[in-house]
């Protein structure tokens, strides 16, 4: 397998049809509006989570074209987080992937509604898509909605602002928090390019994708953790040292880079198991998780 070429070949699929979103109304008086959430949108990105997408449907069916609404779908409910993420009641972040957040190019209320936009977009895209059935579609936005909601995404990103600078109670450390602020949106990613397969999954399949993405999101935030102490602004395309600054919990406050390192190299080793034991073509999945464990943005 050459992962290089494969990822390649998965992104720019991706980029294409991005590309073409948000285009149909760009003559009309909330033309502003659509530029802001393009602009989010199309900003680069790794584009984890719909290559994810396709990549496990590719890995059920052969084919990575079914899952490419619901790919298109995560990654504007993704860019959605993004945007609010930064907002100055939340990160208050002025840089995102080497550019101005949306809220410093186009003022904080169009930031917002251009976060809202995208987030009522992704579900349009998964509930509209022709290239899975609408009883897919239906799964697949329950899916999403699960993890996006208030025992997912926005729990976790409830509990990452109000326990800034304080220890959690028990039973809601990192691994909670980060499971549902990072995790859920991986894992959604891996059960929608399932969802999208014209191959049923079997139960067997569904449970190793979603020990895959747990191990996968709890690597991905440590790494993340480690970025922000060891790497510079120029290579993150973002402020670095500002949890630090903001108080924020993390798993290089608390475990050191060393023993940071030794927690993702094990997490990483767990989603790999989890894949070859459930899928016949697991080797690109593993890659990504190797991939990720040593990436330096």
Same mark, same amino acid.
């Given at each position: 397998m050459d992962f290089d070429r494969e990822y390649r070949e998965a992104l720019a699929l991706v980029e294409e049809e991005l590309q073409g979103c948000f285009l149909d109304h760009m003559d009309g008086p909330h033309r502003e509006l659509l530029e802001a959430m393009r602009y989010s949108l199309l900003a680069g990105g790794k584009r984890v989570r719909p290559i994810l997408a396709l990549k496990f449907c590719e890995a059920l069916c052969g084919e990575m074209e079914p899952a490419l609404d619901y790919a298109c779908g995560i990654e504007m409910l993704h860019t959605y987080s993004l945007i609010h993420d930064d907002l100055p009641c939340m990160d208050d972040d002025g840089l995102r992937r080497g550019k101005p957040t949306c809220h410093v190019k186009y003022g904080e209320w169009l930031a917002l509604l251009a976060g809202d936009a995208l987030q009522s977009a992704a579900f349009e895209r998964l509930a509209a898509s022709r290239r899975t059935t609408p &009883?897919?579609? =239906?799964? #697949? /936005? $329950? &899916? %999403? $909605? +699960? $993890? #996006? !909601?208030?025992? !997912?995404? /926005? #729990? !976790?990103?409830? %509990?990452?602002?109000?326990?800034? !600078? +304080?220890? @959690? @109670?028990? *039973?809601? *450390? %990192?691994?909670?928090?980060? =499971?549902?602020?990072? *995790? $859920? %949106?991986l894992e959604a990613a891996c059960l929608l390019g399932l969802t999208a397969s014209p191959v049923e999954p079997s139960p067997r399949q569904w449970e190793a994708a979603e020990r895959y993405a747990s191990h996968l999101g709890i690597a991905f935030q440590i790494r993340d953790d480690m970025l922000d102490v060891e790497s510079t602004e120029e290579e993150l395309g973002k402020p670095i040292g500002s949890d630090a600054e903001n108080g924020k919990n993390t798993y290089a406050a608390e475990y050191g880079l060393d023993g940071c390192r030794e927690l993702v190299e094990q997490l990483t080793e767990q989603a790999k198991r989890s894949v070859r034991e459930a899928f016949e073509r697991p080797e690109f999945l593993c890659g990504l998780a190797d991939w990720l464990a040593e990436r330096k943005h």
């Amino acid at each position: 397998m050459d992962f290089d070429r494969e990822y390649r070949e998965a992104l720019a699929l991706v980029e294409e049809e991005l590309q073409g979103c948000f285009l149909d109304h760009m003559d009309g008086p909330h033309r502003e509006l659509l530029e802001a959430m393009r602009y989010s949108l199309l900003a680069g990105g790794k584009r984890v989570r719909p290559i994810l997408a396709l990549k496990f449907c590719e890995a059920l069916c052969g084919e990575m074209e079914p899952a490419l609404d619901y790919a298109c779908g995560i990654e504007m409910l993704h860019t959605y987080s993004l945007i609010h993420d930064d907002l100055p009641c939340m990160d208050d972040d002025g840089l995102r992937r080497g550019k101005p957040t949306c809220h410093v190019k186009y003022g904080e209320w169009l930031a917002l509604l251009a976060g809202d936009a995208l987030q009522s977009a992704a579900f349009e895209r998964l509930a509209a898509s022709r290239r899975t059935t609408p &009883v897919a579609n =239906g799964k #697949a /936005c $329950a &899916v %999403l $909605a +699960r $993890a #996006a !909601g208030q025992n !997912g995404m /926005c #729990a !976790g990103q409830y %509990l990452d602002i109000k326990w800034e !600078g +304080r220890e @959690p @109670p028990d *039973g809601y *450390g %990192l691994s909670q928090i980060d =499971g549902w602020k990072t *995790g $859920a %949106l991986l894992e959604a990613a891996c059960l929608l390019g399932l969802t999208a397969s014209p191959v049923e999954p079997s139960p067997r399949q569904w449970e190793a994708a979603e020990r895959y993405a747990s191990h996968l999101g709890i690597a991905f935030q440590i790494r993340d953790d480690m970025l922000d102490v060891e790497s510079t602004e120029e290579e993150l395309g973002k402020p670095i040292g500002s949890d630090a600054e903001n108080g924020k919990n993390t798993y290089a406050a608390e475990y050191g880079l060393d023993g940071c390192r030794e927690l993702v190299e094990q997490l990483t080793e767990q989603a790999k198991r989890s894949v070859r034991e459930a899928f016949e073509r697991p080797e690109f999945l593993c890659g990504l998780a190797d991939w990720l464990a040593e990436r330096k943005h």
